[in-house]
């Protein structure tokens, strides 16, 4: 027959590995909580950024055209000067000019390309940060899960045979 304080023991031993299950299935709940969180914020974040990148690319070329625009614009004034000059059919200044005007644009729009090439690539980069940053919550939140049940084993283990121990020495 058993006595009632080996059936306490043992129902203290039964007890602690069942809390230590239970702590561990919370630990191991609130670690993919905390992941899919981190996770959702990622992915809002990139979409904004993946926007950001598209308003740059749009704003890019809209500064392109203002600036072959500008440069139509300037190309028609200095034929409209030469005509109202007088001069006629000399095209001597209109080639000392327009060249010029040419190299200006050509310039104006690599370095405007660069600029926004420049922001596009910096965006992307986060994006990857973002994406290597969602990998690593995952794989600490299941790094934390299989600690927390790890850990429950270990307990549970420790409680039924420490009961056991006392059990036999009694």
């Not at 922001?119 to 934390?144: C, H, L, M, P, Y």
């Amino acid at each position: 027959m058993c006595e009632p304080v080996t059936l306490l023991m043992a129902a203290s031993a039964a007890v602690s590995a069942a809390g230590a299950g239970v702590a561990a299935t919370y630990q191991s709940a609130a670690a993919e909580t905390e992941s899919n969180f981190r996770n959702y914020q990622i992915d809002i974040q990139n979409r904004q950024l993946k926007d950001d990148a598209e308003l740059t690319r749009i704003q890019a070329l809209e500064t392109e055209n203002a600036r072959r625009d500008q440069s139509r614009r300037l190309r028609a004034a200095n034929e409209a000067y030469l005509a109202g000059s007088g001069v006629g059919e000399s095209r001597s200044f209109l080639q000392g000019v327009e060249p010029q005007n040419d190299a200006m644009l050509r310039s104006d729009l690599a370095s405007l390309r660069l600029q926004s090439a420049t922001q596009i690539s910096r965006i992307a980069d986060q994006i990857s940060v973002n994406k290597a940053e969602g990998q690593f919550a995952r794989a600490r939140a299941s790094a934390t899960s299989s600690a927390a049940y790890a850990n429950a084993a270990f307990s549970a283990g420790s409680a039924i045979t420490g009961a056991g121990y006392r059990i036999a020495a009694r």
